[in-house]
């Protein structure tokens, strides 16, 4: 049975054409020229202020933890969303501490809540008041800076990075913004939403090899992190030259096919899959509907642990997905999805609608077999 593989956040299968024959034939290519026109297309790409403002990094975990050492200090105070992954929060905490804790020094940040579609709490419903007055409210005389996960890796909402490029230029914040999972499936414009940071992952979205990691730096926080010795400072001693290969190649794909293009087919999946699954006795699907998001999906059911559905759908049907936190702890709290976690699915721009139906009747499968469903009415329908 051929496998499917519907983890494509942690495994992309298959990269863009190409991509593994870059990677393999790199040494013969001239590797300056390869490193700063892949440095060009990276910042054509998401619109940064140009290839010397980008740096290489070993993850984008790292390229998250040195920029966020590198631009506050102790005593200064940012705002972070409440979907961001456990290493944001990770390098948060090993400088500072969250607002209501007993810690003292560092960097203290406060988390913007959302709502259990994923989205930003930015407004109160129920008062005449615009947009931001949440957020607004959070501020802080030694409020320095506004961290944000453009997209979840969890439930796949797109948060609204302009909107809060806006709010961090008239407040004076560095802006950071996680970009690792949004390329290739969101347009970026680093240089018109006023971002200081952008963090890049070459997997996923953008089709190449997950080693492919690094962030740009507006000219503003290129200045904060060195100068004309930022990179000296923060890229990687040794450059991976396969992974820059591949995603030199695998950006000349995303560049040639356009990001609405590229994002359009795994919408299609996962409307396809929510219209499907949520006739499904038993299936709760987590995050927000068939808008503003990326080809992410989670869900939690009745009838078995997430675990044990992931291991079936692998030993009976050769569907690969993932189940736990998917490195999001805070996000998980924030959806209502803690401690249990979700069992999540990542499409792309390859999945066709074969394996949709496949995984449709994998799960019709799995609530007829337990003790929990009655079987017969709860056959998916349009």
């Given at each position: ?9 942690s ?25 700063q026109?892949?440095r060009?297309q ?24 040195q ?35 007993d810690?003292r020094?560092?960097v ?54 302009k ?18 999972f ?10 018109l939403w ?32 060195g ?40 919408l299609q ?10 006739h ?47 490195g ?16 999540r699915?990542?499409?792309g ?9 496949r995984l ?15 079987s ?7």
């Amino acid at each position: 049975m051929d496998k499917i593989y519907f983890n494509q956040i942690s495994v992309t299968q298959p990269m863009a054409e190409g991509v593994a024959e870059a990677m393999a034939s790199w040494e013969a290519m001239d590797s300056e020229k390869l490193v700063q026109e892949t440095r060009e297309q990276i910042s054509t790409l998401f619109r940064g202020p140009g290839a010397e403002k980008v740096v290489f990094t070993e993850t984008v975990g790292t390229a998250m933890a040195q920029t966020i050492r590198g631009l506050f200090k102790e005593g200064d105070h940012v705002l972070v969303s409440s979907l961001e992954n456990d290493e944001v929060i990770g390098a948060l905490e090993a400088i500072g501490h969250e607002t209501g804790s007993d810690g003292r020094g560092g960097v203290e940040y406060t988390k913007i809540p959302c709502d259990k579609k994923g989205q930003l709490y930015l407004y109160d419903p129920a008062k005449d008041t615009d947009v931001l007055t949440v957020i607004r409210g959070m501020l802080r005389p030694n409020t320095k800076g506004l961290i944000l996960n453009y997209v979840s890796e969890v439930c796949g909402s797109v948060l609204p990075v302009k909107e809060l490029g806006e709010f961090a230029r008239r407040n004076g914040l560095i802006f950071i913004v996680n970009g690792a999972f949004s390329g290739g499936y969101v347009p970026t414009f680093m240089n018109l939403w006023n971002i200081d940071i952008f963090t890049f992952y070459g997997g996923y979205g953008l089709l190449g090899p997950k080693e492919a990691c690094g962030f740009i730096a507006s000219e503003r926080a290129a200045e904060m992190l060195g100068g004309s010795s930022m990179r000296e400072k923060y890229e990687m001693a040794s450059l991976n030259m396969p992974a820059i290969a591949g995603l030199h190649r695998a950006l000349e794909f995303v560049i040639q096919k356009k990001v609405r293009f590229l994002c359009n087919n795994g919408l299609q999946m996962v409307e396809y899959f929510i219209r499907k699954i949520q006739h499904v006795s038993g299936v709760h699907i987590i995050g927000p509907g068939y808008k503003d998001r990326i080809p992410v999906i989670s869900i939690q059911t009745d009838f078995m642990p997430e675990s044990l559905v992931a291991e079936k759908l692998e030993k009976d049907w050769g569907i690969i997905a993932e189940a736990g936190f998917h490195g999001s702890e805070s996000a998980h709290r924030a959806l209502g999805t803690y401690p249990r976690g979700t069992l999540r699915f990542s499409f792309g721009y390859f999945t066709d609608i074969k394996e949709m139906e496949r995984l449709v009747k994998a799960m019709w499968q799995l609530t007829v077999q337990t003790d929990i469903l009655p079987s017969g009415s709860n056959m998916p329908k349009e």
